[in-house]
């Protein structure tokens, strides 16, 4: 069976206009220079060559492929500046750069955990400076908590170990009351206690102070070889007070009730800066987790203003840390490409969307008619052997 004139003629068409593309692609002016910024490791560059070239080539492969290239080599390069980066501590350059690597190639598993590991320890960084703000304030509660995030976050970050042994040295000394160590032998037999305490206070070195409804009533207690401290706790106890420390070595003692405890609560005034959400929308949360009404809410600056004990308002730190944050984004990789169909039609390849034919008799010499049958490509598919007489 010979082969059809027409089908041959379609196909070398065809041949000759894919080879005129690639031939065109190939010599762009931005592939050159994307080959050569390449040979000299220039690969961001060579990236946005190639990316320009792109753009008067969308179809041709050899393109696509060198530009995949380049970019994976460039995400490579930064990549790697990035871990030199993290060894000499130059966080804000190491970001940059993982970041860097990982829009270039998202693929690769390493760079997603090079950027984890640099935002943790600029996290890092970051709370041992908001510890070190605290400490200057005397604010050592805090402090101590943000020393402990640092190093929960890295544990070599010998600044946040420091000023945790600091710290904690500093409280142990605070915390320390009574001038002595050494045991208590105490013995009253309906002791007025008043007189109780001011004994033990003597004992251990102390200053003592009674609110007006402490009851002067007398007590009988017996303790022998008991640490002040313990001896002091137990005196408490038994008559139903409590203690407040309003001095290094000063005490307050007054009945244990609860209008009592909230009179001599010690009560402080913070300001949380939100960056992300809304202060109006940020109350609500945390009047209903702190069990507070005294969170205000001052929508000019986007903060919150809250007056209430230091635990709670260490638990509001930490709620307000928890939910101040940016909603969760998706990055995409997008490519627009510019699709011209009059291009082929300018190299001169016009492909027919009909066919037409005549009937001519055998051995018929003359003119043929021009009153052809025009069928369309699917007609022409549709035609079987019942289609034939």
Known sequence: MKP???????????????AIVLIGACTLPEVRR???????????????????????????PAIQTALEQAKAR????????????????????ALSAFKQALGLDPSRSEHHAALHDAL????????LQTADKLRGLGRLEEALDAYER?????????????????????????????????PLTLRFQNAKLKEVFEILARAGGINVL???????????????DTPFEQALNLILSLNALAARRIGPDTLLILPNTKPKQDQYQDLMIRTFYLSTAKAKDLVNLVRTMLESKRVYVNEPINALVIRDTPVKLQLAERIILANDRREAEVELDLEVLEVNRTKSEKLGVNFAKSAGFAVVPPG???????????????????LGPQSFL
């Not at 890295?154 to 600044?159: H, T």
């Not at 009674?210 to 022998?224: A, G, H, L």
């Not at 018929?364 to 549709?382: E, I, P």
């Open 120 to 127: 943790r320890l600029k996290e890092a960084h970051t709370q």
């Open 4 to 18: 059809n004139t027409h089908t041959l003629s379609f196909a070398f068409l065809s041949s000759l206009m894919v």
């Open 150 to 182: 640092a190093v929960e976050l890295d544990p070599s970050l010998l600044a946040a170990l420091e000023g945790i042994t600091t710290l904690t040295q500093q409280q142990r000394a605070a915390t320390a009351l009574g001038g002595s160590s050494a």
């Open 364 to 382: 018929f010499t003359g003119g043929v008619s021009t009153n052809t049958t025009n069928f369309t490509y699917q007609q022409l598919t549709d």
């Open 210 to 224: 009674f609110d007006k409804e402490v009851r002067d009533e007398p007590v009988t207690i017996f303790i022998k």
């Open 74 to 93: 460039a995400a490579e390069q930064h990549y790697t500046e990035g871990r030199r980066f993290l060894k000499e501590n130059r966080l804000a350059e």
């Open 34 to 60: 994307a080959e050569k910024l390449a040979k000299a490791g220039n690969w961001d560059e060579a990236v946005e060559a190639y990316r320009q070239a792109q753009k008067k080539a969308p179809f041709d």
